[in-house]
Nanobody, 126 residues
Framework: QVQLVESGGGLVQAGGSLRLSCAAS????????MGWFRRAPGKEREFVAI???????RYADSVKGRFTISRDNIKNTVYLQMNSLKPEDTAVYYC????????????????????WGQGTQVTVSS
């Protein structure tokens, strides 16, 4: 499994931006799909974005056009650029590594990922 550490969360006003980072270590990173998930208080964790080994991306409808996922395989880091933030984006954001090298970006369920970071809090005020 991959060890993942998120950073970059914080408090921001609606309409603002944040950039989350996820530093990976422990095993091969470049061939794994990498995802961002989030969990709001009292709610289940939900898929946000995924980027494949080939940089193909998918996004949840709720963030499409506002968030951008990217990866730097040299730095073993995944990013989530979040623009035009809304109060409903408030959540703990988790970075996750997929189970299967060269795995499909259609695999966006929690069970498709086997390594998880500890999360970073994003709070968007109105």
């Amino acid at each position: 499994q991959v060890q993942l550490v998120e950073s970059g969360g914080g408090l921001v006003q609606a309409g603002g931006s944040l950039r989350l980072s996820c530093a990976a270590s422990g095993r091969t990173f470049s061939n794994l799909p990498m995802g961002w998930f989030r969990r709001a208080p009292g709610k289940e964790r939900e898929f946000v974005a995924i980027i494949g080994w080939d940089t193909f991306t998918r996004y949840a409808d709720s963030v499409k056009g506002r968030f951008t996922i990217s990866r730097d395989n040299i730095k073993n880091t995944v990013y989530l650029q979040m623009n035009s933030l809304k109060p409903e984006d408030t959540a703990v954001y988790y970075c996750a590594a997929g189970r299967q090298p060269y795995g499909s970006t259609r695999a966006t369920a929690d069970t498709d990922f086997d390594s998880w970071g500890q999360g970073t809090q994003v709070t968007v005020s109105s």
